[in-house]
């Protein structure tokens, strides 16, 4: 990948389309999908969206008696699958369970995530955040990397934000063990997130598997639950009574479009490693640009994204994935 494919393809949808305008006519009959904490906000609107076009969809989550309880009323075929992406351990067993299961993954959605949250330092000693947002799904996705090969054409739909541009991977000292700042260490995590799909769309072209890293929007959803009310109103995120008055804030519908546009699009076919915005490949980040938006560029570097590779392995103990 280079930075030259981040440029638009024309896509018919925009920041306003919804889940249901995306997968609108769409048969999923036949694949499945694996959605990391599917059961709340976005991920919950990708179920229910994957669902009613047919597809069987497996939703790994810390919560799995919320999860079930979130999901009654969806229908289709459904399962929770109990995984704590902080927690290898259990990332590996839901694994296991899911390979018994399948012998293919069309789709793998890196939906699940935290934002801002406390200090926490968890397994042997990594940031939380990095944890959950970036370890948890590279070591799920290398283990059911298998199945995803089984299965020309797979997708693997990695969510990240425009948090990434808050900062570069911090490679001296990713663990924040000098000094902790919530939106640094957000920032980091997203955008290794990016860095992630570039690496593995690198590694998965051989076998079919392209992957995508986006920004789904601003939206308010329980992702925010580790900041107060007055940290969103002082941003000008929601006013004193939770409402949500942000400027171009999306819906949970709106918000789930890009990645479903990511996982379904023929405009894709054939390319990846790439950073999608409003259902959207979008360009490189420019400072002199009044609308803003844009991927940075160093979370699209390809010697980065095989540097993160190569310490997540380590760090992980994931099986690498052949070239």
Known sequence: MTHTEQKPLGSPFSAASTAQDVTAGLDLSGRTAVVTGGYSGLGLETTRALVAAGARVIVPARRPDAARAALDGVGGDVEVVALDLCDLGTVRAAAAHIRERLTTIDLLFATAGVMATPERHVGPGWESQFAANHFGHFALTCELYPLLAARDGARVVVYSSAGHDITDIRWHDPHFRTGYDKWQAYGQAKTANVLFAVHLDALGRGDGVRAFALHPGAIITGLQRDMTLQEQVERGWVDEDGRVIGEGFKNPSQGAATGLWAATSPLLAGRGGLYLEDCE???????????????????????????????????????????
């Open 281 to 323: 490949v979008t360009g490189l980040f420019d400072p002199a640009s009044p609308e803003g938006g844009g991927v940075r560029a160093y979370a699209v570097d390809p010697d980065a994204a095989a540097r993160l590779w190569d310490l997540s392995v380590a760090a992980t103990g994931a099986a690498p994935i052949a070239r």
